[in-house]
């Protein structure tokens, strides 16, 4: 009993430790990280001498020890000109027609991303005033020294390397960034999740990067931010997330932002109120609105059951009384858990008569329910009986595959993400309609490197 007490103990004080680490920095400590940062605590605690509640006070009293923690929270993984097709838009889209830039890169750990940037911006003839900024200090104190190692290279982003000489002297992995580069880039700590004071002007960043940041908030944190960050944009400015993470921002109507693509790059742009409730009612009105740049993926024309759409002005308890299409359920399903509405989200799929052939949908939907409500087991059965039921049905995998991820379990993922790539390259080879409008109209391709870089190991 005695033994059973301590064990509990122990849970309740780790817990207080990432409390604090969540509190003052917005980061939820992954399954992986989390023995490493709890053994790091350990160790805090036998050099101070301090005991589990003098060393959560001092956390919360001493603001350079906190920092020591949420420094070693962070993982700053990152390498030059990685997720190179965002590059290749800025390139050939975006560069061309805009010669005056500013540049946030809003999470740039050890600085590999600005400098990347604003190689590609000089070698495109554009004027780029470039703000880097990151909550860990250490990491920034690495840009201020300049020197850069094999560590900060990969395959991906080679036949961009070279522009690295324009900034430094660069030999193969290897680069050194001159001081005039460094003195041309503005360099500061920003705390994504408590800090209210932009690095620079309000309204004046015209493409902000936000890459392999979310994988580390709750939905509730990242909304925030992302609707903080637009206070420093420009409308129609563009914001770059990871193509890992992109997929799980929804764009509800208290966003500033609508989801658009150019081809396989997917990005959020800045819109003012007047231009979401037109988009925003267009959806409602005709179900699906297309993006502003987008590439269409051939395909075979497919009949779909006909169904009547419910009344605009109907009242929400009695919203499905007529069979409604599957795209319309999905639509009106993710509507209902933004708002949190549970039980109307559950009263949808109890209403809706789903068909034998329909099984996967049911249980996906289940599951959508389950995850947003962080039923994690609950929402793991529904994905895996879905993916069961119909091994083609590739967002029952997609899904199963992410949220085995967000817990840890590696080898559930890796399985995950397998079958739904089979699934996807399946897909493409037959140009078949491909469950589009289930996770709002991006397309197989996408999809499909995003699991396959999954699967290889990256992010």
Same mark, same amino acid.
């Given at each position: ?91 050939? %889209? ?9 540049? /946030? ?68 992995? %290897? ?93 959020? @742009?800045?819109? #003012? ?120 049905? /590739? ?6 595959? %992410? ?53 290889? #190991?990256? @992010?």
């Amino acid at each position: 009993m005695e033994e059973s007490m301590t064990e509990e103990n122990k849970t309740e004080d780790e817990c207080k430790f990432l409390e604090i680490i969540q509190k003052y920095s917005g980061l939820t400590v992954s399954a992986s990280h989390r023995d490493f940062m709890l053994n790091y605590v350990d160790e805090r605690k036998k050099e101070l001498g301090l005991s589990d509640e003098e060393y959560c006070r001092k956390l919360e009293e001493d603001i350079l020890e906190r920092t020591r923690i949420i420094d070693e929270a962070a993982i700053n993984e990152t390498y030059f000109f990685r997720e190179v097709i965002q590059f290749d838009f800025l390139r050939d %889209t975006y560069f061309p027609k805009h010669k005056n830039v500013v540049i /946030w890169s809003a999470a740039c750990s050890t600085g590999e991303e600005p400098i990347s940037l604003y190689a590609l911006a000089k070698a495109c003839r554009v004027n780029a005033s470039v703000y880097a900024s990151d909550i860990d200090e250490k990491a920034l104190s690495q840009i201020k020294n300049r020197i850069y190692t094999p560590h900060s290279f990969r395959s991906e982003g080679s036949n961009y390397i070279g522009l690295l000489e324009q900034l430094g002297t660069y030999y193969p992995k %290897t680069f050194t960034m001159s001081k005039e580069t460094l003195e041309s880039l503005f360099i500061s700590k920003f705390n994504l999740a408590t800090d209210h004071k932009f690095p620079m002007p309000n309204e004046t960043v015209d493409l902000l990067f936000l890459r392999n940041v979310f994988i580390y908030f709750t939905k509730e944190t990242r909304k925030e931010v992302l609707i903080k960050l637009a206070g420093a944009m420009k409308e129609n400015a563009l914001l770059f997330l990871s193509i890992n993470e992109i997929a799980s921002v929804e764009c509800d109507m208290d966003m500033p932002f609508v989801k658009e693509n150019c081809g396989p790059v997917y990005y959020l @742009r800045k819109v #003012g109120l007047e231009e979401k409730k037109r988009l925003y009612e267009a959806k409602i009105h005709h179900g699906h609105t297309e993006p502003q740049l987008t590439r269409t993926i051939p395909h075979k024309a497919k009949k779909t059951d006909s169904f009547c759409h419910e009344h605009k002005n109907a009242n929400p308890v009695n919203a499905i009384q007529k069979q409604c299409t599957m795209t319309e359920l999905y639509k009106d399903l993710k509507a209902a858990i933004s708002l949190k509405d549970f039980d109307h989200a559950r009263e949808l799929i109890s209403r809706h008569k789903f068909k034998t052939t329909e099984m996967e949908h049911e249980l996906f939907m289940k599951g959508m329910i389950f995850e947003a409500q962080g039923n994690n087991d609950e929402a793991l059965d529904c994905y895996q009986r879905a993916s069961i039921a119909n091994p083609k049905f /590739w967002p029952a995998s997609y899904n199963l595959g %992410t949220l085995s991820k967000k817990l840890g379990n590696s080898k559930n993922m890796k399985k995950a993400f397998l079958s739904c790539s089979k699934a996807l390259k399946c897909y493409i080879q037959n140009q078949e309609i491909c469950y589009n409008d289930i996770l709002d109209s991006f397309n197989p391709d996408y999809f499909l490197e995003l699991c396959d870089s999954q699967i290889e #190991g990256g @992010r």
